[in-house]
């Protein structure tokens, strides 16, 4: 069984920085894309960043255009989020997840799921 385990995850102020980390137990799973997906508490988990693991394909939800950066290292079996301008609405447990299916926006498409890591944004 497949397992992502996200770090990273922090306090910090409006206005700074983060780097989400999620590291793979396996490499020759048939990934085809990986993401980051967020719940605030009392919300509905939301997509974030996602982008094909071959390269050359990522999306954005809108609410983080421009400020956060999803990449990854295939050497290190690794993807990032780079989490810049943080805006206290950005808190929230983030999630790593792969799917083997296309690339994707919706967290149903998505097989694994790493265990969240707490990201907290005061003002």
């Known amino acids: 069984q497949v397992q992502l385990v996200e770090s990273g995850g922090g306090l910090v102020q409006a206005g700074g920085s983060l780097r989400l980390s999620c590291v793979a137990s396996?490499?020759?799973?048939?990934?085809?894309?990986m993401g980051w997906f967020r719940q605030a508490p009392g919300k509905e988990r939301e997509f974030v960043a996602t982008m094909r693991w071959s390269g050359g394909l990522s999306y954005y939800a809108d609410s983080v255009k421009g400020r956060f950066t999803i990449s990854r290292d295939i050497a290190k079996n690794t993807v990032y989020l780079q989490m810049n301008s943080l805006k206290p609405e950005d808190t929230a447990v983030y999630y790593c997840?792969?799917?083997?299916?296309?690339?994707?926006?919706?967290?149903?498409?998505?097989?694994?799921w790493g265990q969240g890591t707490q990201v907290t944004v005061s003002s």
């Open positions: 396996e490499r020759t799973f048939n990934r085809r894309a």
């Open positions: 997840a792969a799917t083997t299916r296309s690339i994707n926006v919706v967290s149903t498409e998505y097989d694994y």
